[in-house]
């Protein structure tokens, strides 16, 4: 199933930056995409893309959850008073990172988002992006990583997704998750017309794959320990 809208969003563009060096943790809290954080999606893919989605393409993405999966990422740029309650972790990849029942995060900046479609045992990815500031971190692969998860909970059977052909980058971060080039769109990106390379997973049920899944995330999750960075996952 292509995406006409804009499909140039799956895009992990991860140029060296900084978010912020004065604090020694950064928190950034993962949760559902609502509604209400549509205007500041918005606003954010304007940022990111040439050619983004009209905000009311999330209003009807959001309309059917049994069909797609979109999250956002916000930084806690002001630390609780109350630090969040743990919980039990939940998905296959036991929900990736930590979950936590947090305190209110809507006045938190939105720093990314992603999402998905699942349809007939297959997810597609349909946008991954991340504030020009805070590339480089890693949360791009954050939000991708968390897009399998779920793909995994909800009994897909692959991933897929398209990527521009000068989109070296996100490539590298695809292929890292096993991801090969299965074709090609020709002029799929309506804001240019370059061609897009159709990128496939391995078999999410695959039991070596899996493992491969737990490896990747352990070292992703060391790297944002050195760097002084933590996510937390806003429990359901």
Avoid at 76 to 94: D, I, Q, Y
Avoid at 137 to 146: A, D, I, P, Q, Y
Avoid at 178 to 198: H, K, Q, W
Wanted: include cysteine; charge should be negative; hydrophobic fraction near 35%.
């Amino acid at each position: 199933m292509s995406d006409p809208r804009g499909s140039d969003k799956v895009e992990e563009r991860t140029q060296q930056s900084s978010a912020d060096a004065n604090s020694t943790v950064r928190r950034y809290v993962l949760s559902p995409m609502r509604s209400s954080d549509l205007p500041e999606v918005s606003q954010l893919e304007r940022r990111c893309f040439s050619n983004p989605w009209p905000e009311s393409a999330y209003y009807r993405e959001l309309r059917e959850p049994e069909r797609n999966y979109y999250v956002v990422l916000r930084w806690e740029t002001a630390r609780s008073e109350e630090e969040p309650e743990l919980v039990g972790a939940t998905g296959t990849l036991a929900r990736l990172l930590r979950a936590a029942r947090p305190a209110r995060t809507s006045a938190y900046p939105l720093v990314g988002f992603a999402g998905m479609w699942i349809i007939y045992g297959e997810a597609h990815v349909t946008t991954i992006g991340v504030a020009p500031e805070h590339r480089g971190l890693g949360l791009g692969e954050v939000l991708f990583l968390t897009l399998i998860s779920e793909a995994i909970r909800r009994g897909a059977e692959f991933v897929t997704l398209e990527v521009r052909v000068s989109n070296v980058t996100a490539q590298s971060l695809y292929a890292k998750y096993g991801f090969t080039r299965r074709g090609v769109r020709p002029r799929y990106y309506s804001d240019n017309l370059e061609d897009a390379y159709i990128m496939t997973s391995p078999p999410l049920r695959d039991p070596t794959y899996r493992q491969e899944l737990v490896a990747l995330r352990d070292r992703l999750l060391e790297r944002l320990a050195a760097e002084g960075i933590e996510i937390v996952e806003e429990a359901a």
